[in-house]
């Protein structure tokens, strides 16, 4: 099937649910992209904000796809009461990007409420089920929408191995359903009385549902904390912004440069730090075809923009030019993603990325280029890939390949990609199996001991530096760039699962 052959007017009924029917250009299958869906639009905007609070060192990043191969679906009825910041409410139809909602994350081991964003909103339609709770309240979602309990979050109907799914009597938590008066912010989260399931049933129809990513990856829906579908930093081909319950679908914003290119020639723009590779991996498959960064990056380069890349693929070599110019002018720093070499462990968990030692040869190639590149061992998964030998082999190549830094990120598991990584660690290492458990016990991060153990692992065996680096011909606003770190709520996180 060739690529030019499609037409807008045949794939109509096809775009996904919650794209602009005006954004849209065109919609089709590509057998030869591992069946892959892809979805052109015409993007408002092409620069995200980073939140302040979330202590980047960034404050900008560029997302020209979003795309996933696993379905994350987690959706509600329009009509649902999501508590807003403001402390009053608003139905979950009626929200939109940009609105400040109530959310939770974990502190010193405590689930609190804080302030969250709306990054994304969409609609699809499914069938759905009726969760009614002990004090009358109801909530209409589809089966796979999950909720938070006592003992974690739960599934509204059995989705096999995915997770738990709830019962009757299962406590759910919050119990806050408006605060017009008094922010709730930094109060901990908990269970009330009349939050317990009294019964599920279907409704034996489907319904249009809709559903919210935050900054939080939840929100609070007719008082009780409710999963949304978060930018799941999941393995490569996980990563996904909002691509909701639709596998294998890869929306492409066709017009990114044009529009970052307007955005960055306002007079407003403060050339603040860029960075790309951070949510989707800008040099996925589909750039080979569509070839959007290079233009992207020739924007950043016109208006004296500094910026930087994480990626796992060679592909950025093919843009090694401008890549050099941003080097000599207002500054690239570019990150390779190399969390082993180890080919049964690559290919079980990377299955769809280029090889980890073409990309510590790209290192190599940036560097000989004069364009400053390290690699991220990322994650380093404790049983898996941390093993001295291991880190030691990458640590060794990346030096020779003249690395400009060779940071180690442990392994992190935000609610739902635990389940996920959990699924997979039970078929390929169940002897691990009581470890993780105990590891990732009502946590997503690694205990400080264990980050300790892992960082001494590391510089154990971290060669003496032998080669000069590059230098940069002209400073970063006065600043050396720091590794990008993916985005995230109040927590560090990591750029992919795998």
């Known amino acids: 099937m060739r690529w030019e052959s499609q037409h807008v007017e045949r794939e109509r009924e096809r775009r996904l649910p919650r794209l602009d029917a005006d954004a849209v250009v065109r919609t ?16 408002k905007s092409a620069l995200n904000a980073v939140p302040k609070r979330s202590r ?12 996933c191969s696993h379905a994350c679906t987690y959706c509600s009825h329009g009509e649902t009461s ?22 939770t994350v974990r502190r010193r081991g405590r689930r609190r409420y804080v302030a969250s964003r709306v990054v994304e909103h969409w609609e699809v339609v499914k069938p759905g089920y009726r969760t009614v709770l002990a004090d009358d309240t109801e909530l209409v979602t589809s089966g796979d929408h999950r909720f938070l309990t006592a003992a974690g979050w739960q599934f509204v109907r059995d989705q096999g191995r995915e997770g738990a799914a709830l019962g009757r009597g ?11 008066r008094l922010s709730i912010a930094g109060n901990e989260v908990g269970t009330v009385d009349g939050l317990h399931v009294q019964w599920i049933e279907p409704t034996r129809r489907e319904h249009r549902f809709y559903d919210i990513t935050t900054t939080t990856a939840d929100f609070i829906a007719n008082g009780v904390v409710s999963h949304n579908c978060f930018a799941r930093p999941t393995h490569t081909y996980l990563d996904l912004d909002a691509g909701r319950d639709f596998e294998r679908e890869i929306v492409v914003k066709v017009n990114v440069p044009e529009v970052l290119r307007a955005e960055l020639a306002r007079p407003s723009w403060k050339r603040e730090q860029v960075a790309l ?18 233009e992207i990056w020739q924007a950043l380069l016109d208006s004296d923009t500094p910026c930087s890349l994480v990626t796992k693929s060679p592909l950025a070599l093919r843009d090694i030019d401008v890549l050099r110019a941003l080097a000599d ?40 280029a004069g364009i400053p590149c390290g690699i991220l061992m990322a994650p380093l998964m404790p049983g898996i890939n941390d093993s001295p030998e291991q880190v030691g082999e990458i640590l060794r190549i990346a030096e020779d390949a003249g690395a400009i830094s060779a940071a180690a990120i442990p392994l992190h598991l935000r609610p739902g990609v635990k389940e996920v990584f959990f699924d997979w660690m039970r078929v390929h290492r169940p002897d691990l199996m009581p470890r993780y458990e105990e590891l990732y016990r009502n946590r997503s991060y690694v205990t400080s001991a264990e980050k300790r153990r892992i960082t ?23 600043h ?17 699962l795998f």
């Open 28 to 43: 089709f299958d590509a057998p030869e992209a591992l069946d892959i869906r892809f979805h052109e639009v015409h993007a």
């Open 56 to 67: 980047m060192p960034f404050r900008w990043t560029i997302n020209p796809y979003r795309g």
């Open 277 to 294: 590779g951070t949510n989707t991996d800008p040099y996925q498959w589909v750039e080979s075809r569509y070839k959007l960064m290079p």
């Open 456 to 478: 001494d692992v590391v510089e154990s065996v971290r060669p003496p530096r032998r080669k000069p680096r590059p230098q940069r011909r002209r400073p970063v606003r006065g």
């Open 170 to 180: 299962t406590p759910l938590v919050g119990g806050v359903r408006e605060s017009k």
């Open 480 to 496: 050396t760039v720091e590794p990008p770190r993916p985005e995230r709520a109040t927590e560090d996180a990591q750029p992919t």
């Open 329 to 368: 002018g207002p500054g690239v720093t570019v990150f390779f993603s190399v969390p082993t070499l180890d080919e049964r462990a690559w290919r079980e968990t990377e299955p769809h990325t280029p090889s980890p030692r073409a990309r510590l040869e790209a290192v190599r190639k940036m560097n000989e």
């Open 82 to 103: 999501v508590l807003m910041y403001d402390g009053r409410t608003k139905p979950l139809a009626d929200l939109r990007a940009g609105d400040e909602v109530y959310g």
